[in-house]
């Protein structure tokens, strides 16, 4: 007989056998940890099976009386005697009991658990009924909050460990990154300077119940929700200065000012491990910040998700023999500038090559490919996985042209930055060598007399695209022959 299973013989006639989980009930009406199972029903034929402590518990329950108990929780190794010697069989089919020992756990349980009620899965401030604001990696939710003076992001469902109701830990891990990130500014309560760590990251507002609170950003928002205008391609080698298209001039200005964010980031050891174009969110002045950090690690963090987890924008492809680094003792460190930095170069690649315009292109096997030329002539006729991951391995890169930092995503996709010192330094050449001027750290502007206001238009949803905020182009007179091949109507506000 396997450990733990035992046979129980209950009087009646029916013929069924109906799976109940034993477990206790909590003062609030939820269920508690998992006691046993049972198919014991009055009048069937029954099997119960004992289960410890650390089983997770299950959603609901069906009760029957102790006197059906055969084990409850059970110290590992041991199971309940039948009470007088009995024959092999004979215990197969006796009533077990309750010991003193077990109703006394069962007791503690329930008044722990009185103690400890369960936390809400949605924070009470959170506006359910507007539309979703944004999320992070599927698994954070970003709404409105109900004062409309904020943003409320919150996972929406909790995990059990050990037999417990736990808070998520995604919402643990946007919570803790962005706390750290303040003090290590100095900043102990998030309401001090507005919860503002660095311009290029958005403000944390404070800790919910569950959840935590974000600056109210408004339009345009996160890009994975944004139609962005086309960009004009290839772009010619002579092309510089008030010849460059504007979009790419607001490509610029978002690369730097992402990677300004993510300098600042790994001078305190944050490192993201999941930047994407949905850590992006875009200001109402077309500016740049990111957010999320759901998956990110600092100094004494546990790694988030194992080091399997899926990183986004790569198409499934390792990048682990370019980016991998080690400890002293040999294990490899998971989060680290040069992760980051690919994941960088992946989501500059998506915008320069209008991944998200009205109109994306094709790509091999109908998913994106950082390892396929843009010119559909050079696919394969059949998309295969592993030969993606052939010419990663050889780094056979998709090869942009220079205006479209092409070669700085290449070296950061192979591995080759130590550093996001190293990127900035490179991309501020490639945009000296094209004539742009850089202010500041990060900051690009679209001419000497005119603001990115000037250049381009917020759309709000509209038929064409009833979910997503569109940037568009102004049409306005003296902008370059070459930029006015992606401009479309201005269309004013609603």
Known sequence: MMYGQFMIRNSGTSKQNTPVFLGTLGANGRPGPLLGITCAKPGASSCLQSREASVPTFASWDFITSSTLSLLRSPRGQRTRPSAPQHKMGALFSTPQLTEEDQKRIEEDLAWRKAHPELPCVPPEADESAPCYASFLDQVRVVPHKDGTCLVAYAGQQVRCLGWWEPNPFDLRGVEVNEYILRAVGVENPAEAGGQAHPRIV????????????????KPGPLQSLVLPTLSVPIPDDATGPKLPPVLLLYYRWALQTLSALQFLHSHSVYLRDF?????????NFSAAITGFIQATFPGAELMGGEDFPRPGGGGIDFSDFEAEYDEEGFQIYGTPRSDICDWATAVWEFMTNDHTASPPQRPG?????????????WPEE?????????????????????????VLVKAWSGEYKNVSEVICD?????????????????????DTM?????????????????????RLRDRRGLDSMSRMAILPEVKQE
């Open 203 to 218: 403000k944390y507002l404070g800790q919910l119940t569950p959840g935590y609170k974000l600056e109210l950003f408004g």
């Open 427 to 447: 991309v501020r050449a490639v945009l000296r060598k094209k004539g742009i001027e850089v202010i500041g750290e990060d900051e690009v502007l679209p001419g």
């Open 451 to 471: 603001s990115w206001g000037d250049m381009f238009t917020i759309v709000p949803p509209s038929g064409e695209h009833p979910y997503r905020t569109e940037i």
């Open 366 to 378: 109908g998913i994106y490919s950082i390892v396929w030329p843009e010119d559909p002539k050079g």
């Open 383 to 407: 998309w295969d996985y592993k030969e993606d991951e052939r010419r990663a391995r050889e780094k056979k890169f998709c090869q942009l042209e220079e205006a479209r930092l092409g070669p």
């Open 276 to 284: 994407s174009c949905d850590s992006i969110w875009i200001r109402d």
